[in-house]
């Protein structure tokens, strides 16, 4: 069945996931945890990472990697 994501959607989905988990998602258990197609979910963190709203740590021994939810900047006075 397709279903039409749109990003806001997958946006709030994605970081009330991450949000729950600090250490951050696999795509694998974000595509789980947010009921989305994994490569469908791949474009939209895709997007929410040149906005700056996700970051993607890569974990060298296990060759992927795991998105991170960007936490607010500090203004530094």
């Not at 729950?20 to 929410?48: C, D, F, H």
């Amino acid at each position: 069945m397709h279903h039409g994501y749109n990003f806001e959607e997958v946006k709030q989905k994605v970081i009330s996931a991450l949000s729950q988990n600090y250490a951050g998602l696999s795509g694998v258990e974000l595509s789980t945890k947010t009921k989305i197609n994994r490569m469908t979910l791949t474009k939209y963190l895709n997007l929410m990472l040149t906005q700056g709203l996700v970051r993607k740590k890569k974990l060298e021994l296990l060759m992927y990697g795991t998105w991170i939810k960007m936490l607010p900047r500090l203004s530094s006075h």
